[in-house]
């Protein structure tokens, strides 16, 4: 296996964890935990 078939599978497998994070954030079954963390810092008074 050459270094450029390496280099082609690591970046493949990059992009599928991004996308994937990148559905994971916007997921509406996670929109509630999202919003509650948001509001972390300003429930303190």
Not at 12 to 38: M, Y
Request: aromatic fraction near 12%; charge should be negative; charged fraction near 25%.
């Amino acid at each position: 296996m050459e270094i450029n078939d390496m280099r082609s599978i690591v970046t493949v497998i990059s992009l599928l964890a991004f996308v994937g994070i990148l559905v994971w954030a916007w997921s509406k079954k996670n929109q509630a935990d999202f919003d509650e963390a948001a509001r972390l810092p300003f429930g303190d008074d």
